[in-house]
């Protein structure tokens, strides 16, 4: 499990990644913490970088996020793709 927070001009916001096992498949769920988190099961492993790519409903509409997830020493490197390029986002994740 991992915090991670992105900073955006609209504030910051918390997310919590999961990693784990979906019927022998790699998956993640992201998620606030303070509510069950959305399930990602279309996850790749390209070399060291986990990728992760699912739907956000967001605002009425269904917004495509693609994550990035690379470990760094003790901290987990994302990259946050909305919107198909529209808005991106880095930020570093601790361990829970």
């Known amino acids: 499990t991992w915090s991670i927070t992105l900073e955006s001009p609209d504030g910051d916001f918390p997310l919590v ?11 993640m769920q992201v998620g606030d913490g303070q509510q069950e988190g959305q399930e990602v099961t279309d996850v790749t492993k390209s070399g060291e970088e986990l990728v992760g790519s699912y739907l956000m409903f967001l605002q009425g ?16 490197q994302s990259s ?3 919107a198909d390029g529209a808005f991106l986002i880095d930020a570093v994740g601790t361990k829970q």
Do not use: H, I, Q, Y
């Not at 990644?17 to 998956?27: E, F, N, Q, T, W």
């Open 17 to 27: 990644v999961d990693l784990m096992d979906a019927d022998g498949k790699l998956a």
């Open 61 to 76: 509409s269904d917004v495509p996020v693609t994550v990035r997830l690379t470990m760094d020493g003790e901290n987990l």
């Open 80 to 82: 946050w793709d909305f």
